[in-house]
């Protein structure tokens, strides 16, 4: 065999490798000729002699006859693999058992006086166990748990695996010293509930085991695991441990969860840090398996890797043809499993993917829609070939067929008939329901006559659902959109798949439906989905368009359930330092009956307010409840857009074309605006001059501001911050100045619109000072709106229903720094919360069904 070094562009060093023996692959890793050659092969253990035993033992006489027959040598072109890598699996595993352990602390800390019950019950047990059987548990448990790593070591050297020992080595000493100085650190200066935790309060117990912990990371590093006879043995002999250093009152039952988990995380991180044996097979077994198929390679060649992170080949066979192979690695099986996770959990169940999938059903599913492509008339290359290469791989050889990516091919290159023949291949593939799932311009190739080819199906499914064979049509949509724009793509795929087709991908044009390259490529074409949209919409006037819903949660409601949270803590921990049952004798009624009507003329206020903008003309009572009707959406909905919603459905139900009533419902928020700011500031005014000596604007308000002012400032002279600024606020605002030159011709409609605005923030004020004055506080009122106005900008911004915990928040600081008390300030503003968000909830959602039933909603 003759051995040809080389360098590829990289500068890697290659070799030329013989396909008849794997194991003299010159770019695979090296272990010890005599490795595992002396005992039984470990089939448990995942380094490079256990891959060469399994791959040796699926067919032993090949290499025999492969020798005997003379084949010729094949010379495989690749960069040496590395001996070692990281392991994305171990990084995971790191990750979720940190997340095991803070779950741990946190659920123990939650049933702390369970613990402590069962702490008690264990030492009166124990007292009453015979001191025979405890000493012979204590004696058999240490012994075990420090002999069994022993012996393992002891068999590891024997067969040549001593680098696995010192890994394991490694992280018992880490374990031992991370061990130790959390340890001290948890009893000199650490948290008290953790340390009683750990310790159940007695000074003689260490809050983690050393020993133990040390043990732990030790069968961790050398993947004991993997061996299941040794596995059982070691975690048979570490309960028994636990066991007894629980009865001897050694260890908390925390704390012997706390100390195992530490260590099996020290273990990964030891681990992923060193990285693991490279298990991957190497170019050379990928000819011998090929030759195993009945194929007959001559010279292979290692090409860049396929967008999902696989291995490819370019191998040559003797009749002159060429297969491209890919090549599945088993480590490689959780790369991204973070993102698809993420995705599982947030998509529905008819679109989303199996987060983790074993390397058997990969094979199968790529290989299964393959030749469902090939059996249905699409264009793909024809799959020749799949096996799997000993327990770590598996191959898919294709036959080779010379294209360019879409992707590759400059835009104005794209002409219709290169866009019908795309639309003609996806076509087969609606016919016969199979569903791509990639459609972007690294899977669509154009061969050297001009015909498209599919690659890439892995993704794909069979006997696919509508749901599916429609999100396929809208990617496919949107990338050729992003080429050549949205008026050409949506009349090619028309032309091929018919209208109705297209129409019924119009509720899937949505960002979360599309490919992660088309969503990034989406970022800098805003408007992009609209205009598919309305051309769509041309092409079929009369299309019913049922809305879709492809996400279980988004992200403005993650972060509405988090502040939700945050807001009930706060309020709970509020209503901690009140008595409410003295505050309640003490209440003055007649303050609170003020409070109760200055909320209900809230209601009155919004609805001139809106009436006020709008040139036609609304009748007053079905106003009124259009606006209660928002006190109720503003439980599931922030306090900026509950309101705006409402209001607009309400006026296009009242007939006003929507364009219009979105107008309308801007230019009562942009005077609102306005209104709001020149109240603060006149309010703030008066609170800081003579008039108004009970208050004074305390530093604590002129930092906040100035804090504001530079906000603004960034908003405005920061190029990014203020395009996002303006493209936020253009959507609302358009069309506004022409709205509000229609109000202005009308004096009526003026003095409506201003005197429902004023009305509305002194109302509001009134409800707050009426309730401040019902338990016994005193403020001026100019200082009270300028703590409301305040606070109420603040809960409009926040993300959670209605404001929820800004609002309050903000209102009792705010009160607080006007010298309020503390208990004063928080049953004021818990008073004015009823009045003006809890109670309106009920007659809300009367209004809102009364409305929907009259078809005014």
Not at 11 to 35: A, F, Y
Not at 62 to 84: G, N, T, Y
Not at 187 to 207: K, S, Y
Request: proline share 5%; with cysteine; glycine share 8%.
């Amino acid at each position: 065999m003759t051995d040809i070094k080389e360098r590829d562009g990289a500068g890697c060093p290659t070799g030329g490798l013989s396909g008849g023996e794997p194991s003299g692959d010159s770019s695979r890793p090296h272990p010890d000729p005599s490795s595992e050659a002396s005992g039984p092969p470990d089939t448990g253990t995942a380094d490079s002699s256990d891959f060469q035993d399994s791959l040796d033992s699926q067919d032993s006489g090949d290499s025999r006859k492969s020798a005997d027959s003379r084949e010729p040598d094949v010379l495989v072109v690749e960069p040496l693999l590395p001996q070692r890598l990281r392991r994305p699996s171990d990084a995971l595993r790191f990750l979720a058992t940190l997340l095991s352990l803070t779950v741990v602390v946190l659920l123990s800390l939650v049933a702390k006086q369970t613990l402590n019950g069962l702490e008690a019950d264990v030492e009166e047990g124990a007292a009453r166990a015979p001191d025979l059987l405890i000493s012979v548990s204590t004696f058999l448990g240490g012994a075990l748990v420090l002999a069994i790593p022993v012996a393992f070591a002891v068999e590891r050297v024997f067969h040549r695996d001593g680098l696995r020992v010192a890994e394991g080595l490694i992280a018992a000493i880490v374990g031992m010293v991370v061990s130790f100085f959390v340890g001290e650190w948890l009893i000199a200066t650490g948290p008290g509930d953790i340390r009683q935790l750990l310790t159940g309060g007695r000074p003689d117990v260490e809050p983690l085991n050393t020993l133990l912990t040390s043990v732990i990371a030790y069968v961790t590093a050398v993947r004991i695991s993997r061996r299941p006879t040794w596995r059982a043995v070691m975690w048979t002999a570490v309960a028994l441990n636990v066991f007894a250093l629980y009865t001897g009152t050694n260890i908390t039952l925390p704390g012997a969860i706390v100390t195992i988990l530490l260590g099996m995380a020290v273990g990964y991180a030891t681990l992923y840090s060193v990285g693991s044996p490279n298990t991957r097979p190497p170019g050379s077994a990928v000819v011998a398996s090929l030759r195993r198929l009945g194929h007959s390679p001559i010279k292979a060649r290692r090409i860049e890797d396929d967008a999902q992170g696989s291995r490819r080949y370019a191998v040559v066979l003797t009749d002159g043809h060429r297969l491209d192979v890919t090549v599945l690695d088993r480590d490689r099986q959780v790369a991204g499993l973070l993102y698809r996770l993420w995705r599982r959990m947030r998509l529905n169940s008819e679109t989303r993917r199996r987060a983790i999938r074993s390397l058997r059903a990969e094979l199968e599913r790529e290989a299964v829609m393959a030749y469902a492509a090939q059996a249905a008339g699409v264009s793909t290359p024809p799959l020749r070939a799949t096996s799997e290469i000993g327990t770590e791989a598996a191959l898919l050889a294709y036959d080779h067929i010379a294209t360019r990516a879409l992707e590759d091919i400059p835009d104005e290159e794209i002409d219709d008939e290169l866009l019908s023949r795309i639309w003609t291949q996806v076509q087969l593939l609606q016919a016969h329901r199979l569903a791509h799932r990639r459609l972007t311009g690294e899977t669509i190739h154009l061969d050297a006559s001009g015909q498209v080819v599919l690659v890439d199906a892995r993704s794909g499914e069979i006997a696919a659902g509508d749901l599916l064979l429609r999100l396929d049509i809208a990617q496919l949509l949107t990338y050729l959109a992003l080429r050549v724009g949205a008026e050409r793509s949506v009349r090619a795929a028309a032309a091929i798949l018919g209208p109705d087709a297209v129409a019924a991908a119009l509720p899937l044009l949505q960002r979360i439906a599309l490919a992660r390259q088309t969503r990034s490529a989406l970022a800098k074409h805003k408007d992009l989905l609209s205009a598919i949209r309305d051309h769509i919409v041309q092409l079929e006037p009369q299309v019913e368009v049922e809305e879709v819903r492809l996400e279980r949660f988004r992200l403005s409601t993650l972060l509405a359930i988090i502040g939700g949270a945050f807001a009930a803590y706060y309020l709970l921990t509020g209503l901690g330092r009140v008595n409410v049952v003295e505050v309640v004798k003490g209440a003055h009624w007649g303050w609170t009956g003020a409070a109760f009507a200055a909320a209900g003329i809230t209601y009155l206020a919004a609805a001139l307010l809106l009436m006020g903008f709008v040139p036609e003309k609304l009748p007053l009572g079905r106003t009124v409840l259009a606006q209660f009707a928002g006190s109720f959406v503003k439980l599931v909905a922030p306090a900026a857009v509950s309101g705006v919603a409402i209001n607009t459905r309400y006026l296009q139900k009242r007939g006003i074309p929507p364009g219009q009533a979105v107008a309308s419902v801007g230019a009562s928020q942009l005077v609102q605006l306005v209104f709001h700011v020149l109240l603060l500031l006149f309010f703030a005014y008066i609170t800081g001059s003579s008039t108004a000596p009970t208050f004074t604007p305390s530093r604590g308000l002129l930092v906040a501001l100035l804090a504001v002012a530079l906000v603004v400032l960034a908003a405005l002279g920061i190029a990014p911050l203020r395009r996002v600024v303006v493209k936020r606020t253009r959507s609302l605002f358009s069309g506004v100045v022409p709205r509000l030159l229609d109000v202005l011709q009308s004096p009526r409609k003026i003095l409506q619109a201003c005197s429902g605005t004023l009305l509305l923030t002194i109302s509001f004020v009134a409800c707050l000072d009426a309730s401040l004055r019902a338990f016994g506080g005193e403020l001026n009122f100019a200082a009270v709106a300028v703590v409301f106005l305040a606070g109420n900008a603040i809960g409009s911004a926040a993300p959670t229903p209605g404001g929820l915990g800004a609002v309050e928040a903000s209102l009792i600081v705010g009160l607080t720094l006007s010298r309020v008390p503390p208990e004063v300030a928080t049953s004021a503003v818990l008073l004015f919360r009823l009045l003006t968000f809890w109670l309106p909830v009920l007659p809300g959602w009367a209004s809102f069904t009364y409305l929907q039933r009259r078809e005014a909603l």
